[in-house]
T-cell receptor
Framework: GAGVSQSPSNKVTEKGKDVELRCDPISGHTALYWYRQSLGQGLEFLIYFQGNSAPDKSGLPSDRFSAERTGGSVSTLTIQRTQQEDSAVYLC??????????????FGPGTRLTVL | AQSVSQHNHHVILSEAASLELGCNYSYGGTVNLFWYVQYPGQHLQLLLKYFSGDPLVKGIKGFEAEFIKSKFSFNLRKPSVQWSDTAEYFC????????????FGKGTTLSVSS
């Protein structure tokens, strides 16, 4: 079946512009995660959605970062007033709901963001 | 600070050599443990996972890992590497006390020469 998909695959933007990154989770997966992969920092958790519960935003690095998930499916990560340090690969993952602690996360291909 | 540590940043091996990549974590209590692999130009894929039971887990492509609770370790092993194993390897922990997100190590780049 289809895996996690993300778009765009690459995004180049100018410093100060806003960007939106999209994630389509695996059908039936109610848990959705955003991570960031950058040089020197490895993979860092950003935000987590589970069903209709309030998202866990504890990993967002600043208030320029926000995310939403519409209808419990597609998610959009928005970065406002981008900075060069935002350059990274943004990964989305999804997993089955229920006993979420025990569910494997499946990753998408990522969006490579370059801020000039 | 609680974390996941991968001891080797870059490992270089010849084909047929044995591999062991170290991973230690500092979370107490219940943990789930994972090794992910990222081949050049591809996305993260799960190699193997430990949730409970037999601490020696076998994954895809001949990889295995051993959970040693007393050492807070989850080392990855393969008896004989192939050129196609060239990739970046990430250890990850899902700790109940840290919520449901995966906490990743910084990764180990494995280069295998033929």
């Amino acid at each position: 079946g289809a895996g996690v998909s993300q778009s765009p695959s690459n995004k180049v933007t100018e410093k100060g512009k806003d960007v939106e990154l999209r994630c389509d989770p695996i059908s039936g997966h109610t848990a959705l995660y955003w991570y960031r992969q950058s040089l020197g920092q490895g993979l860092e958790f950003l935000i987590y959605f589970q069903g209709n519960s309030a998202p866990d935003k504890s990993g967002l690095p600043s208030d320029r970062f926000s995310a939403e998930r519409t209808g419990g499916s597609v998610s959009t990560l928005t970065i406002q007033r981008t900075q060069q340090e935002d350059s990274a690969v943004y990964l989305c993952a999804s997993s089955l709901g229920g006993r979420v602690f025990y569910n494997e996360q499946f990753f998408g291909p990522g969006t490579r963001l370059t801020v000039l | 600070a609680q974390s996941v540590s991968q001891h080797n940043h870059h490992v270089i091996l010849s084909e047929a050599a044995s591999l062991e990549l170290g991973c230690n974590y500092s979370y107490g209590g219940t943990v789930n443990l994972f090794w992910y692999v990222q081949y050049p130009g591809q996305h993260l894929q799960l190699l193997l996972k430990y949730f409970s039971g037999d601490p020696l887990v076998k994954g895809i492509k001949g990889f295995e890992a051993e959970f040693i609770k007393s050492k807070f370790s989850f080392n990855l092993r393969k008896p004989s590497v192939q050129w196609s194993d060239t990739a970046e390897y990430f250890c990850a922990v899902n700790a109940r006390q840290a919520g449901t997100a995966l906490i990743f190590g910084k990764g180990t780049t494995l280069s295998v020469s033929s």
